[in-house]
């Protein structure tokens, strides 16, 4: 008896797991939006990319009218959460937080398919990955850490988050640019600051927002920026471009749906994101996390996202990852 | 300094504070007894919570689940032999056996106290000496961190100790499953078969519960044998346990200490310490003694439980003076104080001393809500044993899968928690130890990560790990560790036969 009724029990919470996915997934519509859109996130819950995920979508509710659920989906440096959008209908219903990760995850091979697998509604903004070493280090310009890594061919290290990773591409595409033999530590979100305090590396490509506070307490300096325009919060820190380098690579946030997604709900997506960006409580997060708010709609996006594509694929021949 | 403090401490005992910190606690104790939900799920639910909240109360509150998460893993440890976190799983070998011979209520009290105990230590070490502990934390590079996690490998050898080549195989066979995933220094999948799943590997979480929680529901519903032991008599109430705290102090003394270092190294990894912690106390044991200790006795449960709430000031040392998280429940903690507009790290105590203070006091109110609370209703804990167990095991195996889901929205993990759950019921009625495997695949990613990160600074010079000092000697204990009972079993073959 007691062993049936378990086995009702099973049954019954299965059948209503399943139902309860099913009724998720809905039918055809008249008006979008008529029901809440799931906000796939491809990092783990309380990190930057969470954050910021989180914060656009609260401040984009209102202009959107119906409700986003956000669904964290980590792994595979964002293979996992692109695979999943990827498999998911066109029908406005399945947002993603992509990244720069979409051309690293993409151009690695680790997903079977490109960055152009999906449609891009719009690019918010972008974090910068600059190069940094410790305070106490030799070196005070961009110029004279290139000198002393001729003069030591593989005898420097620069850390950064992962192989593959784009503090690890902007590294690889710096070293190219400047013609210099670095050994590069794929140390981890987690160990590379901790690693270049201690002395196992001679410098770090980091965001912004975690090298930052050692700025300001005197542990570290930062050598150059990998952007387009100087950092507003450090004047004085030439860009590489202006040091000579032409190392262009940011840590760009954007929102993106699965390939073949109704022009019209493009339209409509891309006005909501543009007007979430400019809501005081998103601003207020973005500034707390570094982050810069840059907004690209579609056109704009499509281009910038060509190129970036091409500069990836070139770091990743250029550091034998492909 | 000490207006400071005193403020501070008037705003963490406000009542909204304590409210906060109370619920944390009671919320903590609920997702960490529970098989299958644990802290870092519990604060994820709870940050949105936190953003319209002040940054103390959203501390008080967060703390307390930290703390008290801790705690409460302990709990269906010991009376379930499931551990409810990953940082409780060592504290299930000795505690649940206390539990099946009826000793249900010293073990958990003994948890308890001794939880407490190690929360006070790692918080008089982050109160009084946190930067001075978080430079020296990083003179562990790759280099030592790695000679201290092959110390933790050799662990394996003390937890086979019925049979040493049964044990070995159960780790090695965790090993292997390690690297499963995606390369950790070059980045590209390994043994994946072309499943996007497979890429981030083989979560530990899913495989802990598999092992532990999955043969304990088959044992009790389709073997019909015995899981839940019993407990009759009567409760000796919350001060003689309290009286506790103090018992057995040179092991949880050195067991806290052991938390609250490993939880400071970031990257170190939390159940490390508590093995760590088992082992280092079961050395301490006098000869005489081994044997009650083996069985299960109250300094088997006090080691690994002082140590992993040593951990949990351990953590915060690096979080706050570096804003550097030591595991992932402070990687969601630093997330949470970011929003509130603080930035964790070398400018937290200069600029905001006053917060500071708060997330010491809030920390020491969180530890003492969760020493009260939980021996007060110890009566509704043992109780749980009562449970019919076609009744109990059930509801454990739904939270098991709610559980497993939450970790990536995914049944994937569910069904990898199901696939160790078969092996661990294999395991267990073949005589091959499942805590060897776990002990694994804790350390198999790390141990890998940081021997290759070592060789790749060292430009492939494998004697860095014998000219660091402190990888020196972490190699050392290591050696003998795994050499001692090789050599005792030797001795002992050819004296007695």
Not at chain 1, 219 to 245: H, Q
Not at chain 2, 169 to 189: C, E, K
Not at chain 2, 194 to 218: D, R, T, Y
Not at chain 2, 393 to 411: D, H, K
Request: hydrophobic letters at 50%; glycine letters at 10%; a negative charge.
């Amino acid at each position: 008896m007691r062993k049936r009724a378990l086995f009702v029990l099973f049954v019954a919470t299965l059948v209503v797991s399943i139902g309860a996915t099913a009724m998720a997934e809905g039918q055809a519509e008249s008006t979008y939006p008529e029901k809440s859109a799931e906000f796939m996130i491809p990092f783990g819950a309380g990190g930057s990319a969470d954050t910021l995920g989180r914060a656009i979508v609260s401040a984009a509710e209102p202009f959107f009218g119906e409700s986003f659920v956000p669904v964290n989906r980590p792994g595979g440096g964002g293979a996992v959460m692109y695979q999943a959008m990827y498999n998911e209908p066109s029908d406005g219903y399945t947002i993603g937080w992509s990244s720069t990760s979409i051309l690293t995850a993409t151009n690695i091979g680790n997903v079977p398919f490109a960055y152009d697998a999906f449609d891009h509604v719009a690019r918010v903004g972008y974090t910068s990955l600059p190069i940094a070493v410790r305070a106490d280090a030799p070196w005070d310009t961009v110029e004279e850490f290139v000198a002393a890594a001729k003069a030591d061919p593989g005898g420097l290290a620069i850390g950064n988050a992962g192989t593959g990773s784009a503090t690890h591409l902007t590294a690889v595409v710096f070293a190219t640019k400047s013609g210099i033999d670095v050994i590069h530590v794929p140390n981890g979100a987690e160990r590379r600051i901790p690693a270049l305090l201690g002395g196992e590396t001679q410098a770090v490509c980091v965001p912004l927002p975690e090298i930052g506070p050692f700025v300001e307490s005197g542990d570290a300096k930062i050598l150059a920026f990998p952007t387009v325009n100087r950092e507003p919060a450090y004047p004085d820190v030439p860009t590489m471009r202006e040091a000579g380098y032409d190392v262009v690579i940011e840590l760009f946030r954007s929102i993106s749906v699965p390939k073949g997604t109704d022009p019209e709900i493009l339209d409509y997506l891309e006005e909501v994101f543009r007007q979430a960006v400019q809501e005081e409580e998103f601003l207020d997060v973005s500034a707390r996390y570094g982050f810069v708010i840059d907004y690209m709609g579609r056109e704009d996006f499509a281009d910038y996202l060509a190129a970036q594509d091409v500069l990836i694929a070139e770091a990743m021949d250029a550091g034998g990852l492909r | 300094m000490i207006d400071i403090a005193i403020t501070a401490l008037f705003d963490v005992l406000s009542p909204v504070n304590l409210l906060a910190s109370l619920g944390g606690v009671l919320f903590g104790l609920f997702v960490g007894a529970t098989p299958g939900l644990t802290i870092s799920l519990g604060m994820v639910l709870l940050l949105p919570v936190t953003y319209s909240m002040n940054p103390v109360t959203s501390i008080s509150l967060l703390l307390g689940l930290f703390i008290s998460g801790m705690t409460g893993g302990s709990i269906s440890a010991i009376l379930l032999n499931i551990p409810g976190t990953p940082s409780a799983s060592a504290t299930a070998i000795a505690g649940h056996q206390m539990a099946r011979r009826g000793e249900a209520e010293s073990a958990l009290g003994t948890a308890v106290t001794s939880s407490f105990f190690g929360a006070m230590v790692s918080l008089a070490v982050l109160v009084l000496v946190a930067p001075t502990v978080a430079r020296a934390a990083l003179k562990f590079g790759e280099v030592e961190l790695g000679a201290l996690v092959f110390l933790g490998l050799t662990l394996i050898c003390s937890f086979g100790q019925k049979s040493m080549v049964k044990g070995l195989i159960s780790g090695a066979v965790g090993l292997m499953i390690t690297t499963v995933g995606m390369d950790p220094i070059i980045g590209r999948p390994r043994y994946t078969f072309g499943l996007v799943e497979l890429m981030s590997g083989i979560s530990f979480l899913p495989v802990m519960i598999g092992l532990f929680a999955i043969p304990q529901i088959l044992n009790g519903l389709v073997m019909k044998s015995n899981v839940i032991p019993d407990f009759k008599g009567e409760l000796r109430g919350v001060f003689s346990h309290i009286r506790g705290v103090f018992k057995h102090l040179r092991y949880k003394v050195v067991s806290a200490l052991i938390g609250t270092g490993v939880g400071a190294i970031p990257g170190a990894g939390g159940p490390i310490a508590v093995f760590l912690a088992y082992d280092v106390a079961r050395r301490m044991t006098p000869e005489e003694q081994k044997k009650e200790f083996d069985a299960g006795n109250e300094v088997g449960v006090a080691a690994p439980e002082a140590a992993n709430n040593g951990i949990n000031g351990g953590a915060l040392i690096p979080m706050m003076t570096l804003g550097i998280p030591g595991d992932p429940v402070t990687a969601i903690l630093l997330g949470a104080l970011m929003i509130q507009g603080l930035t964790p790290g070398p400018l937290l105590f200069r600029n905001d001393p006053l917060f500071v203070y708060s997330v010491f006091w809030a920390f020491l109110v969180g530890a003492i809500f969760v020493l009260i609370v939980t021996l007060a209703t110890m009566k509704i804990w043992v109780t749980v044993l009562q449970i019919p167990s076609w009744i109990l095991l059930p509801i454990i195996s739904i939270f098991c899968v709610i559980g497993t889901y939450s970790l990536r929205n995914s049944f994937w993990d569910t069904g990898v928690m199901l696939a160790f759950g078969l092996l661990g019921f294999l395991m267990l009625r073949f005589g091959f130890p499942v805590v060897p495997l776990l002990l694994a695949i804790v350390l198999g990613p790390a141990f890998e990560r940081h021997i290759r990160l070592s060789l790749i600074t060292s430009k492939g010079d494998p004697t860095v790990f014998l000219t660091h000092p402190i990888s020196l000697v972490f190699i050392v204990i290591a050696l003998f560790t795994f050499f001692s009972p090789i050599v005792r079993s030797l001795f002992k073959k050819k004296g007695g036969i």
